[in-house]
């Protein structure tokens, strides 16, 4: 079955650091892949949307020169949190979709726990 | 606007029994409708996926229904065990054009 890794599973940072997660499809090409947020007891929030090789297409709300995008290869994206600060704690999950994906379906990661002090 | 609710927003069954989760959706347009189940500090795992001509889909344990007229779908697990305790989140997928809407979940604890 498709897989979907994301690395590291967790990250504790300082205030004011960069932390870069990596989101890899292990078994399929990846044309898409998306990346969320959620937080405690809440759903999974749409951050942005990436096509390999164009930029990131984010929603609205999120700001684009803090959470960078980067989907240079067809098996990975990455996301890196700029000058991170406390209430960009949460857990960070992505997913990643194939060009011609039946049922349009996406595979998601494990997710990140992304802690900032 | 689209909008996906679950309920009940929890739930505590005893181990062996059985328990039906609930999904109502406005989404437009519709191509299909899943069920994932979350465990803690974990990524979505998908359970079903129904487009609009099905109406039922099993997994395991794991049975969903869709109703396409009424817009509502329900995920029921059968002899539940321990490790069915997660979050089940329904998920209405709008098709290549369009994003995913997500349901709030219902958070399951299947107890002794």
């Known amino acids: 079955g498709a897989v979907v890794s994301q690395h590291p599973s967790w990250v504790i940072c300082k205030s004011g650091t960069s932390v870069k997660i990596e989101c890899r499809s292990l078994?399929?090409?990846?044309?898409?892949m998306f990346w969320y947020r959620q937080f405690p007891k809440q759903s999974l929030m749409l951050m942005a949307t990436s096509n390999e090789g164009s930029k990131a297409t984010y929603e609205q709300g999120v700001e684009k020169d803090k959470f960078l995008i980067n989907h240079a290869s067809l098996t990975l994206s990455t996301l890196t949190v700029t000058s991170a600060h406390p209430e960009d704690s949460s857990f960070y999950i992505c997913?990643?979709?194939?060009?011609?994906?039946?049922?349009?379906?996406?595979?998601f990661g494990p997710g990140t726990r992304l802690t900032v002090l | 606007k689209n909008q996906v609710e679950q309920s009940p927003q929890s739930l505590i069954i005893l181990e062996g029994k059985n328990c039906t989760l609930q999904?109502?959706?406005?989404?437009?347009?519709?191509?299909?409708l899943r069920w994932y189940k979350q465990d803690t500090g974990r990524g979505p795992v998908s359970l079903t996926i129904m487009t609009f001509s099905e109406n039922t889909k099993s997994n395991g344990r794991y049975t969903a229904t869709l109703d396409a007229d009424t817009k509502q779908s329900s995920l029921h697990i059968t002899a539940s065990q321990l490790s069915d305790s997660a979050s089940y989140i329904c998920?209405?997928?709008?098709?290549?054009?369009?994003?995913?809407?997500f349901g709030t979940g219902t958070r399951l604890q299947v107890t002794l």
């Open positions: 998920v209405v997928d709008g098709g290549t054009a369009s994003k995913l809407t």
């Open positions: 078994d399929f090409q990846a044309t898409t």
């Open positions: 999904c109502n959706y406005t989404v437009s347009p519709f191509s299909n």
């Open positions: 997913s990643a979709r194939a060009r011609d994906a039946v049922y349009n379906e996406q595979f």
